[in-house]
């Protein structure tokens, strides 16, 4: 069967544009879990940045990742966003 085709707009409601934000966050890290431990079991870790809240999430099963990542946010603004 074909999928209808969804018509991307921006959510002017800010409570459902934050309810939809929980939705899609919840399933991307129910797929990224999915890719760690069923599917390929590789090494995984996801930083998410998000507007609703003031420091980036971190989720991992592996304490290098999260170790990693928590230097990168430490860092000022200037290092990271040099290329």
């Known amino acids: 069967m074909v999928r209808k085709k969804v018509k991307l707009s921006f959510i002017e409601n800010n409570t459902e544009r934050r309810v939809s934000y929980r939705k ?32 980036p999430e971190v989720f991992s099963n592996h304490e290098a990742a999260t ?14 966003t040099k290329t």
């Open 24 to 55: 899609r966050q919840k399933e991307f890290l129910t797929k990224a879990c999915e890719l760690n431990s069923t599917l390929c079991d590789v090494e995984l870790a996801t930083y998410i940045n998000s507007p609703y809240h003031k420091k």
């Open 67 to 80: 170790i990693t990542f928590t230097k990168f946010e430490d860092l000022p603004e200037t290092d990271k």
